[in-house]
């Protein structure tokens, strides 16, 4: 009876950690550019107690019996599905629709990457997001400046006070062949892992980079009702094991009991 006990245990641990999961996607509803996650499990170990088959010439058994040990939470990660677009006006806001990031410098002086793309300027004019962190390539707007214009192919263009264009730098985008891979650190960064595979930089709207819209945001691709549904499910597979839990002990506490009757 004490496998029982332990098995709904494992099941309880797995609940806990998908819930968690939901928890902190429901916590980013309206972050920009955030992606929903997904958590995956894998049954444990099995103690095969018979095996289907048998010795030549013997009765063939058809089917064996194997006792299960629980299960395990086998992966978390992020969906990089695209989010809806959000039209902001904003004429530092872009989105990327489709695949690619955007490089951004931290302070340890590596190289960041993120869909958020509400960036602002700094005292010198440079291209910074929230957080602080500049674009790169560094991408710096020339004081007096009355318009900026971004195309979907990165090209900055500027209109000076004097009504003059002048283009004055090339935004890159950045893809990976698994993006899934990438580490979240906070700010709406992450940082590549080994498994994301190696960077490629490229041009916006180009070999398979998607392409930047000026003027508008990525939202969180988070499905509200999807996620309701999977905390409910969550929910009862939990309270399924802990029942298991209680019925295991109090059988457990029967057959101790057997003998003092």
Same mark, same amino acid.
């Given at each position: 009876?004490?496998?029982?006990?332990?098995?709904?245990?494992?099941?309880?641990?797995?609940?806990?950690?998908?819930?968690? #999961? /939901?928890?902190?996607?429901?916590?980013?509803?309206?972050?920009?550019?955030?992606?929903?996650?997904?958590?995956?499990?894998?049954?444990?170990?099995?103690?095969? @107690?018979?095996?289907?088959?048998?010795?030549?010439?013997?009765?063939?058994?058809?089917?064996? /019996?194997?006792?299960?040990?629980?299960?395990?939470?086998?992966?978390? +990660? +992020?969906?990089?599905?695209?989010?809806?677009?959000?039209?902001t006006g904003g004429?530092?806001?872009?989105?990327? =629709?489709?695949?690619? *990031?955007?490089?951004?410098? %931290? !302070?340890? $002086?590596? /190289?960041?990457y993120t869909r958020?793309?509400?960036?602002?300027?700094?005292?010198?004019?440079?291209?910074?997001?929230?957080? &602080? +962190?500049?674009?790169?390539?560094? @991408?710096?707007?020339?004081? $007096?400046?009355?318009?900026?214009?971004?195309? $979907?192919?990165?090209?900055?263009?500027? /209109?000076?006070?004097? =009504?003059?264009?002048?283009?004055?730098?090339? @935004?890159?985008?950045?893809? *990976?062949?698994? !993006? &899934?891979?990438?580490?979240?650190?906070?700010?709406?960064?992450?940082?590549?892992?080994?498994?994301? &595979?190696?960077?490629?930089?490229?041009?916006? $709207?180009?070999?398979?980079?998607?392409? @930047?819209? #000026? &003027?508008?945001?990525?939202?969180? =691709?988070?499905?509200?009702?999807?996620?309701?549904?999977?905390? %409910?499910?969550?929910?009862?597979? +939990?309270?399924?094991?802990?029942? %298991?839990?209680?019925?295991?002990?109090?059988?457990?506490?029967?057959?101790?009991? %057997?003998?003092?009757?």
């Amino acid at each position: 009876m004490m496998r029982a006990l332990s098995t709904a245990a494992t099941g309880m641990q797995a609940q806990e950690a998908k819930l968690d #999961q /939901i928890a902190h996607d429901m916590a980013n509803m309206n972050t920009t550019a955030y992606k929903r996650g997904r958590t995956e499990f894998q049954d444990l170990m099995y103690q095969t @107690i018979k095996d289907p088959g048998g010795a030549p010439g013997q009765n063939q058994t058809p089917v064996g /019996i194997q006792v299960g040990s629980g299960t395990r939470v086998a992966a978390q +990660y +992020y969906v990089h599905e695209q989010g809806p677009t959000k039209m902001t006006g904003g004429l530092l806001d872009m989105m990327v =629709n489709g695949e690619g *990031f955007f490089s951004v410098q %931290i !302070p340890s $002086g590596q /190289i960041a990457y993120t869909r958020d793309g509400s960036f602002k300027l700094d005292s010198t004019g440079r291209m910074i997001t929230s957080g &602080g +962190y500049p674009l790169v390539p560094a @991408i710096q707007i020339p004081p $007096g400046t009355s318009s900026i214009s971004i195309s $979907g192919t990165g090209e900055v263009k500027v /209109i000076s006070a004097q =009504n003059t264009e002048s283009t004055i730098g090339q @935004i890159q985008l950045v893809n *990976f062949l698994n !993006p &899934g891979a990438m580490k979240k650190v906070g700010e709406n960064l992450s940082i590549p892992t080994t498994a994301a &595979g190696p960077p490629t930089q490229g041009t916006p $709207g180009e070999a398979g980079i998607g392409s @930047i819209l #000026q &003027g508008a945001l990525e939202a969180s =691709n988070v499905k509200p009702t999807e996620s309701v549904m999977d905390m %409910i499910t969550t929910q009862r597979t +939990y309270e399924s094991n802990a029942r %298991i839990m209680t019925v295991g002990d109090q059988m457990w506490s029967t057959t101790n009991n %057997i003998g003092q009757r």
